[in-house]
């Protein structure tokens, strides 16, 4: 079936350093993905959602200067956590549309990537 | 604008007890109901989803889910609950850009 990978599963990082977070569908083209994170023991929170070719969406509340997302062709999103602090610390996960966005796309999800930042 | 709510936090069964996990949903339309399950540091698995037609719907690992528009509601359940099924439960409503509840998290007495 239809699968998406996230790397890294997990990364550590200094304070002010800026992170890259990767998600590909690999057998499949996906013109929308979605970017959610997850704070501990909690759901998990739409961040925004990546256009191929276009701009992000971003949600209401989320810092799009400091998440910037990248939707540069229909196999690879990426996010890239700028100038993390203690507090970006989380689980983020991405998801990917099987085709159009219409309610009976599939929705798949990535295994998550684990950030820490110290 | 849609929600979900999954009023309970924490449940604790007994192997093979029977199990209901509690999800509400507020939806401007047809509502579009999913499940999935995540265990510990692990993304997300989807159980069962409901778009239309019949309002029981089956999944895998053998969990089901009831429809219910009157009340808002699409629990899920399982007759027999198996020790790995430990595990955090969501339901989710809308399509790619869906919307979570709060989860519920599972856990098996031996």
């Known amino acids: 079936g239809a699968v998406v990978s996230q790397h890294p599963s997990r990364v550590i990082c200094k304070s002010g350093t800026s992170v890259k977070i990767e998600c590909r569908s690999l057998?499949?083209?996906?013109?929308?993905m979605f970017w959610y994170r997850q704070f501990p023991k909690k759901s998990l929170m739409l961040m925004a959602t990546?256009?191929?070719?276009?701009?992000?969406?971003?949600e209401q509340g989320v810092e799009k200067d400091k998440f910037l997302i990248n939707h540069a062709s229909l196999t690879l999103s990426t996010l890239t956590v700028t100038s993390a602090h203690p507090e970006d610390s989380s689980f983020y996960i991405c998801s990917a549309i099987l085709g159009r966005l219409d309610y009976n796309s599939p929705l798949h999800f990535g295994n998550g990537t684990r950030l820490t930042v110290t | 604008a849609q929600s979900v709510t999954q009023p309970d936090i924490h449940i604790t069964v007994s192997e093979g007890a029977s199990l209901e996990l509690r999800c509400n949903y507020s939806y401007g339309a047809t509502p579009y109901l999913f499940w999935y399950v995540q265990s510990p540091g692990q993304g997300l698995q989807l159980l069962l989803k409901y778009f239309s037609g019949d309002t029981l719907v089956q999944g895998i690992k053998g969990f089901e889910a009831e429809f219910k528009r009157s009340q808002s509601s699409f629990n899920l359940r399982k007759p027999s609950v198996h020790w790995s099924d430990a595990a955090e439960y969501f339901c989710a409503v809308g399509a790619g850009d869906m919307r979570f509840g709060a989860g519920t998290r599972l856990t098996v007495k031996p």
């Open positions: 057998d499949f083209q996906a013109t929308t």
């Open positions: 990546s256009n191929e070719g276009s701009k992000a969406t971003y």
